[in-house]
């Protein structure tokens, strides 16, 4: 298993730029990817963008393609989400996942982090 924490939210206007981080533990060495995704008060968790932790291959939903990147340092075991241009539409908690191999589904979670966008 591996265990998650996020850090870097908070409240920023509309057109700022926040960056989030995430700290895996634990049995790193078996994730294969890791993913960013967030959950609006009353809405179903989303999926924002992922990277393959070994390739460095990223993909990005639609929604925050242009204004996310997604990356990951190797040497720190850390990924970070890099969020420009944000909208009050982004507000949100967010959480990392990984998972463990290319057909497995994120069972790793983080408990999440806020991010409020003000208009």
């Known amino acids: 298993q591996v265990q998650l924490a996020e850090s870097g939210g908070g409240l920023v206007q509309a057109g700022g730029s926040l960056r989030l981080s995430c700290a895996p533990s634990?049995?790193?060495?078996?994730?294969?990817?890791m993913a960013w995704f967030r959950q609006a008060p009353g809405e179903a968790r989303e999926f924002i963008c992922a990277i393959t932790w070994s390739s460095g291959n990223t993909n990005y939903a639609d929604s925050v393609k242009g204004r996310f990147t997604i990356s990951r340092d190797s040497a720190k075991k850390m990924l970070y989400l890099q969020m420009n241009s944000l909208k009050p539409e982004d507000t949100a908690v967010y959480y990392c996942a990984a998972r463990g191999g290319y057909l497995k589904g994120y069972d790793d979670w983080g408990q999440g982090t806020q991010v409020t966008v003000s208009s």
């Open positions: 634990g049995r790193t060495f078996s994730v294969y990817a």
